[in-house]
């Protein structure tokens, strides 16, 4: 199993300003995945984390919006830069295991843009 | 890509009784996975049941059990007995079976469910 940690759980952001989010997890992960799910709506896929190399993102993200670190194989963050309340979601970062048999979400970080 | 549909925003049932939500897909891939996951008020994602599509066999999980029709790419979701405790937003998710496929979802609208005293 996995134990994924996410700061904040919660916050609310100036209009403006940017914002990272912390994901932990408590064993070695290759891939590390971010997702955004905005108010009422489903989870759509952000980018793609691999240690060792830049994100791959999702058609309609982009790095300068969304930058991506991944320093090593438990860690990574997702920044979302110069925020508008069209960026107030929930954004869950999320890891594999087992040869895709188990997938485990963080309690994901609910940004709320003023 | 892969698109999932679940056509039943929201469902309403008793405490006690059954009820089924759908998903259906759209896919090339002939290996992958299916997922129901729960989502509460809380928020977290919560993994209901998991099936694997070489598997003929419907898996089973408690009150939780899936018709998966792999033919009419089709993965219903059945709830025995509900409780209370079912009320949440359930999601049908695809996954793409692989090593280079890594573990991304592609995930459905939802379905708003109400289990009623």
């Known amino acids: 199993s996995a134990v994924i940690s996410q700061k904040p759980s919660r916050d609310i952001c100036q209009r403006g300003t940017s914002l990272t989010i912390q994901c932990q997890v408590d064993?070695?992960?290759?891939?590390m995945f971010w997702y955004r799910q905005q108010p009422g709506q489903s989870l759509t896929l952000i980018a793609t984390?691999?240690?060792?190399?830049?994100?791959?993102?999702e058609s309609g993200f982009v790095i300068d919006k969304f930058p991506i670190s991944r320093p090593n194989l438990t860690f990574s963050t997702l920044t979302v830069s110069n925020m508008s309340p069209e960026d107030s979601s929930i954004y869950l970062c999320s890891v594999g295991l087992g040869g895709g048999n188990t997938i485990y979400f963080g309690e994901g970080s609910w940004l709320t843009v003023v | 890509a892969q698109t999932v549909t679940q056509s039943q925003p929201e469902m309403s049932v008793q405490e006690a009784e059954t009820v089924t939500l759908s998903c259906t897909y759209d896919t090339s891939e002939n290996n992958y996975y299916l997922f129901w996951y729960k989502q509460p008020p809380s928020r977290q994602m919560i993994l209901v049941i998991r099936?694997?599509?070489?598997?003929?066999q419907n898996a089973t999980e408690n009150r939780f059990s899936v018709n998966f029709q792999k033919a009419a790419k089709s993965f219903s979701l059945k709830i025995s007995d509900s409780q209370l405790g079912d009320t949440a937003m359930y999601f049908c998710?695809?996954?793409?079976?692989?090593?280079?496929?890594?573990?991304?979802?592609?995930f459905g609208k939802g379905t708003s469910l109400l289990v009623t005293p």
């Open positions: 099936q694997e599509a070489y598997k003929q």
């Open positions: 984390a691999n240690q060792g190399s830049e994100a791959t993102y």
């Open positions: 064993s070695q992960v290759t891939m």
């Open positions: 998710a695809f996954m793409k079976h692989g090593v280079n496929s890594g573990y991304a979802l592609n």
